[in-house]
């Protein structure tokens, strides 16, 4: 069982930068697949980007493709979003989650951070 808490939310300016975090609560993050998806009013969920086990095999959603990264610490059990340039259709609320290697399902959610983008 894994337990996902972001953080990081917050209002910023169009072309501003934020960063989350989503901390862990896994014994250890090296199982697992790491995955960033928002939800803007009225819209589906939606994927952002994802991060393999090792930090590498990063996959990004082309709507945030060379404006967010995705990172992790396994050390730390945490997992950040950088987001640089950022635009009013990016506001919503971001989840983390996880998913355990070799899986397809997104077993684990954190209970999401509010990113509102002002225009």
């Known amino acids: 069982q894994v337990q996902l808490v972001e953080s990081g939310g917050g209002l910023v300016q169009t072309g501003g930068s934020l960063g989350l975090s989503c901390a862990a609560s896994?014994?250890?993050?090296?199982?697992?697949?790491m995955g960033w998806f928002r939800q803007a009013p009225g819209k589906e969920r939606e994927f952002v980007g994802s991060i393999g086990w090792s930090g590498d095999g990063t996959y990004y959603a082309d709507s945030v493709k060379g404006r967010f990264t995705i990172s992790r610490d396994n050390a730390k059990n945490t997992v950040y979003l950088r987001m640089n340039s950022l635009k009013p259709e990016d506001t919503a609320v971001y989840y983390c989650a996880a998913r355990i290697r070799l899986t397809t399902r997104w077993a684990f959610w954190g209970q999401g951070t509010q990113v509102t983008v002002s225009s």
């Open positions: 896994a014994r250890t993050l090296s199982n697992y697949i």
